[in-house]
Nanobody
Framework: QMQLVESGGGLVQAGGSLRLSCKAS????????MGWFRQAPGKEREFVAA????????YYADSVKGRFTISRDNAKNTVYLQMNSLKPEDTAVYYCAARQGLGIYTAHNYFGSWGQGTQVTVSS
C-alpha cells in the first residue's frame, strides 16, 4: 500500500482559498488514481474530487464543481486540491486516497490507501 500525507489545511474565512497537498511514498505513484474525500462531524465521508493517473480525466462532486480543482504532479508524487470560494459547509477533515489502476474512481470503498487527514475550517 501507498503511504499518503496531507498538508495545507487550516482556518479561512468564507470566500477564501486553500490548497491542500498530498505527498505519496513509493516509485509507482504514476500508476495510481487519486481522490479527495471529506468528512464533517456527524456525517459520513463523502467524495470531493478524483483524477486519473495521467491527469486526462477529473471528476468532481456537484457541491464543489467550479470552485475546487484537483491536479497532480507525478514527478513530485503529489496530488493537490485547490479550493476557492470556500463556504462554511466545506468545513471538514479532508483525506486523500489512492488506488492502483488506469481508471478514475469516486467511491471510497475502491480506494485502498488513505492519508491521516487535514482539517479545513471555514468561518462565516
Amino acid at each position: 500500500q501507498m503511504q499518503l500525507v496531507e498538508s495545507g489545511g487550516g482556518l479561512v474565512q468564507a470566500g477564501g482559498s486553500l490548497r491542500l497537498s498530498c505527498k505519496a511514498s513509493g516509485r509507482t505513484f504514476s500508476s495510481y488514481a487519486m481522490g479527495w474525500f471529506r468528512q464533517a462531524p456527524g456525517k459520513e465521508r463523502e467524495f470531493v474530487a478524483a483524477i486519473n493517473w495521467s491527469s486526462s480525466i477529473t471528476y468532481y462532486a456537484d457541491s464543489v464543481k467550479g470552485r475546487f480543482t484537483i491536479s497532480r504532479d507525478n514527478a513530485k508524487n503529489t496530488v493537490y486540491l485547490q479550493m476557492n470560494s470556500l463556504k462554511p459547509e466545506d468545513t471538514a477533515v479532508y483525506y486523500c486516497a489512492a488506488r492502483q489502476g488506469l481508471g478514475i474512481y469516486t467511491a471510497h470503498n475502491y480506494f485502498g490507501s488513505w492519508g491521516q487527514g487535514t482539517q479545513v475550517t471555514v468561518s462565516s
